[in-house]
């Protein structure tokens, strides 16, 4: 069982940075994959970015890449996710979610943590 718990979120203008974070409980933290993903109101969930076990891949949509940076520190149990040069389309609740392997779906993740709000004001 791994439990995840996301902060971080918050208000920040156009332009701006925040940085996640995802606490991971348990002692296999760094068996699993771990990923991000968003959902916007009346939109569907949207994957954002995942990484590898290890940390050594890495990988984004086409929508964050570049402007997105995903990490994790196996020692602490928590993945990160550098947010930077956001613009209002960014406005989301943002979730982690662990999985055996990295992927963009979402249904490949076993554990979910409860989301934390991220708005960008224009």
């Known amino acids: 069982q791994v439990q995840l718990v996301e902060s971080g979120g918050g208000l920040v203008q156009a332009g701006g940075s925040l940085r996640l974070s995802c606490a991971a409980s348990?002692?296999?933290?760094?068996?699993?994959?771990m990923g991000w993903f968003r959902q916007a109101p009346g939109k569907e969930r949207e994957f954002v970015s995942a990484i590898s076990s290890s940390g050594v891949s890495t990988f984004y949509s086409d929508s964050v890449k570049d402007r997105f940076t995903i990490s994790r520190d196996n020692a602490k149990n928590t993945v990160y996710l550098q947010m930077n040069s956001l613009k209002s389309e960014d406005t989301a609740v943002y979730s982690c979610a662990a999985a055996r392997r990295p992927s963009k779906r979402g249904v490949e993740y076993d554990y979910w943590g409860q989301g934390t709000q991220v708005t960008v004001s224009s």
């Open positions: 348990g002692r296999t933290f760094s068996s699993y994959a």
